[in-house]
C-alpha cells in the first residue's frame, strides 16, 4: 500500500509556465483535497472532489484547474504560473468528509 | 469567520517534559476536531479526532481535550522525546461541508536533549 504519492516532489517554473501536479491514493477513497501550505498560515483548501468525475472550489481557487477522470487520481493544474503560486502543494484523501485525510509527501513549487 | 487560532506558535522544550498545545476555534456548526502531527518536509498525519460528545481522547503519549462549550482543545504531550519535534495543527470541521474543514496555522515543537 502506498497511500497517497504526489508527483513531483520539487518544480522550479518561470511566470507564465504551465504545469500539471499529479496525486495518486491506493484507498479507494472517495474524497481526495489538493491544499496549499505557505509559510505562517494553516493549510488552505485550493479545490476539491467528492467522487470521480466531480470536482468542487476550495477557499483559493483562482490560478487553479483540476480533474478527477479516474477514482485514483487528482490532477491540479496550473495554466499560467505566477510568483504568488510558489508554496507547498500537498495532496489528501479520506472515506468521507468526517474522516481522517491521508496526506502526501507534498511537492515544493518555485515559481520565478 | 470561521477561524482556528492556536497557540504558543512555537515551542522548546527538554526531552523527557511534559508540554501543552492550545487550540481555539470559531468555526459552525461544529462537526468533529483533529490533532494532526508534521514532521518537516512531510505531509500531515492524523494523531486525534474528537466530536461534539467526547471531551478527551488519548493516543499514546499524546492525550487531547476539548471543550465544545468554550470551543477550546488541547493537545497535552507526556514524556516528550526527540521524535516529537514536529509541527501539531489542529483542524476544525463544520457540519457537511468538506469546504469547512480548517486548518489552524500550527505550533512548531522542538524538543532538546
Known amino acids: 500500500n502506498a497511500g497517497v504519492t504526489q508527483t513531483p516532489k520539487f518544480r522550479v517554473l518561470k511566470t507564465g509556465q504551465s504545469m500539471t501536479l499529479l496525486c495518486a491514493q491506493d484507498m479507494n477513497h472517495e474524497y481526495m483535497y489538493w491544499y496549499r501550505q505557505d509559510p505562517g498560515m494553516g493549510l488552505r483548501l485550493i479545490h476539491y472532489s467528492v467522487g470521480e468525475g466531480t470536482t468542487a472550489k476550495g477557499e483559493v481557487p483562482d490560478g487553479y484547474n483540476v480533474s478527477r477522470l479516474k477514482k485514483q487520481n487528482f490532477l491540479l493544474g496550473l495554466e499560467s504560473a505566477a510568483p504568488s503560486q510558489t508554496s507547498v502543494y500537498f495532496c489528501a484523501s479520506s472515506t468521507n468528509v468526517f474522516d481522517e485525510q491521508f496526506f502526501g509527501p507534498g511537492t515544493r513549487l518555485t515559481v520565478l | 469567520k470561521n477561524q482556528v487560532e492556536q497557540s504558543p506558535q512555537s515551542l522548546i522544550i527538554l526531552e523527557g517534559k511534559n508540554c501543552t498545545l492550545q487550540?481555539?476555534?470559531?468555526?459552525?456548526?461544529?462537526?468533529?476536531l483533529r490533532w494532526y502531527k508534521q514532521d518537516t518536509g512531510r505531509g500531515p498525519v492524523s494523531l486525534t479526532i474528537?466530536?461534539?460528545?467526547?471531551n478527551t481522547k488519548s493516543n499514546g503519549r499524546y492525550t487531547a481535550t476539548l471543550d465544545a462549550d468554550t470551543k477550546q482543545s488541547s493537545l497535552h504531550i507526556t514524556a516528550s522525546q526527540l521524535s516529537d519535534s514536529a509541527s501539531y495543527i489542529c483542524?476544525?470541521?463544520?457540519?457537511?461541508?468538506?469546504?469547512?474543514?480548517?486548518f489552524g496555522s500550527g505550533t512548531r515543537l522542538s524538543i532538546r536533549p
Open positions: 474528537m466530536t461534539f460528545s467526547e
Open positions: 483542524v476544525v470541521s463544520a457540519r457537511s461541508s468538506a469546504s469547512k474543514i480548517i
Open positions: 487550540c481555539n476555534y470559531t468555526v459552525s456548526p461544529f462537526s468533529n
